[in-house]
């Protein structure tokens, strides 16, 4: 009795486990990008993340594929597509002009996405706390493009646009996973999900100069925190979060970007990208919004 009552406790800590594991894992994520882009180009560096990670993936689960169902294999490429394969690209090319540790932050959209790709396009009907919710993180999203490194107001910084649209991109497909692919396995879906835009990342490899890439100083360098960022970022925390979603809920699994812009901030910070009270209160508007979306009623 005691026994099961140790592994029924285990489980229930489980989700918290995951949650914890995934935000280092990914608020880490962002200074690695930016160690990429010192050689890569944001093409290159969304390409290698996707590329790497799938290869990694095959080689250790290619017998998984066995277990997915043909009729699933078309919402599975909609998956790996808005899941990995545009957010890769589009969060590598916010950093040409974004700091590491804003895109974290600004990263913390994800949840708010999720409610509303639900609402759009899963006929979801958000309670009005998650319409307050949505506001104050589309409005924390605001200010921070119009604040510059040091705290005064600038122009509209648009490159804030991509990161919303990985974000949303996130949102959706935490909401597939949920509602379309939850009686697959975790490690199953991930390698699937990385079989289907494998292809498409080898063959964008190939059209561009990454061989020349290659010969430049530093490049292996670089070629190793992006290894580090597919197979740690983006392969392993793809089971992990895959994994979260089925134990708990799209929104829930989500709030991983509760605690991303704090491991994101504490990188940058080591690397000496501004962070003040302006930034600070872009933060708190969208981590509050956060809260909203995803707070429940009590009954």
């Not at 010192?38 to 993936?57: K, T």
């Not at 360098?221 to 740690?232: E, P, T």
Request: net charge positive; aromatic share 12%.
């Amino acid at each position: 009795m005691k026994e099961k009552l140790r592994k029924l406790s285990t489980w229930s800590h489980l989700p918290w486990l995951l949650l914890f594991s995934l935000a280092l894992i990914w608020g880490s994520s962002f200074i690695l990008i930016k160690r990429g882009l010192e050689v890569f180009s944001p093409e290159q560096v969304g390409l290698l993340r996707v590329s790497l990670a799938g290869i990694g993936l095959l080689i250790f689960g290619y017998p998984q594929l066995r277990k997915i169902d043909t009729a699933s294999w078309r919402i599975i490429l909609l998956s790996g597509v808005l899941g990995s394969f545009l957010p890769s690209y589009f969060f590598a090319l916010a950093q040409t002009n974004l700091s590491s540790s804003l895109t974290g932050i600004l990263n913390a959209l994800t949840p708010i996405c999720a409610v509303l790709a639900g609402m759009i396009f899963f006929a979801q009907i958000p309670k009005r706390n998650q319409f307050l919710g949505i506001f104050l993180g589309l409005l924390g999203a605001v200010w921070l493009t119009l604040i510059k490194e040091d705290g005064s107001l600038g122009t509209l910084n648009a490159y804030v646009f991509l990161v919303f649209l990985a974000t949303l991109c996130y949102g959706i497909n935490s909401n597939i996973i949920k509602s379309k692919l939850g009686h697959i396995a975790p490690f199953p879906l991930a390698v699937a999900s990385f079989a289907v835009i494998l292809p498409l990342g080898l063959l964008g490899l190939l059209m561009t100069d990454f061989t020349a890439q290659m010969q430049l100083q530093g490049a292996w360098k670089a070629l190793g925190y992006i290894s580090i960022l597919a197979w740690v970022g983006t392969g392993f925390a793809l089971v992990l979060f895959n994994k979260l979603i089925q134990l708990t809920d799209a929104v829930f699994a989500t709030t991983v970007t509760y605690l991303i812009p704090i491991v994101a901030i504490l990188w940058g910070i080591n690397d000496a990208e501004a962070f003040g009270i302006a930034q600070l209160v872009g933060m708190l508007l969208i981590i509050t919004g956060v809260y909203l979306s995803n707070r429940k009623k009590k009954k």
